[in-house]
């Protein structure tokens, strides 16, 4: 059973910054794509931001210049550093595996909660 595991989320002033990681439990990450969802109260689960097994990146116009995704294969991490934080980021943010060639492994974290407000 594969499992992710977010961390890093918290309460943080507008303007802040967080890290948010994700391990997955798998021997390798290198065949997956990773992405970054979120999803506020009442609203539905929307991309933030995905890489790609060949390291492309693209982002949800919302967090643009804000927030960067990465991934350290050797680690099984994917990280989401985000900036300048506002308070409309506030939501519940879930880690994505979708393996490049097995459209049945695909997966969620149970996901972490960002809280941006003074």
């Known amino acids: 059973q594969v499992r992710l595991v977010e961390s890093g989320g918290g309460l943080v002033q507008p303007g802040g910054s967080l890290r948010l990681s994700c391990v997955v439990s798998v021997m390798s990450i290198d065949m997956y794509d990773m992405a970054w969802y979120r999803q506020a109260p009442g609203k539905q689960r929307d991309l933030v931001a995905r890489?790609?097994?060949?390291?492309?990146?693209n982002y949800a116009d919302f967090v643009k210049g804000r927030f960067t995704i990465s991934r350290d294969n050797a680690k099984n991490t994917v990280y989401l550093q985000m900036n300048s934080l506002k308070p409309e980021d506030t939501a519940v943010y879930y880690c994505?595996?979708?393996?490049?060639?097995?459209?049945?492994?695909?997966?969620w974290g149970a996901g972490t909660q960002v809280t941006v407000s003074s």
């Open positions: 994505n595996a979708d393996h490049k060639r097995v459209p049945e492994q695909f997966y």
């Open positions: 890489i790609y097994t060949d390291g492309t990146t």
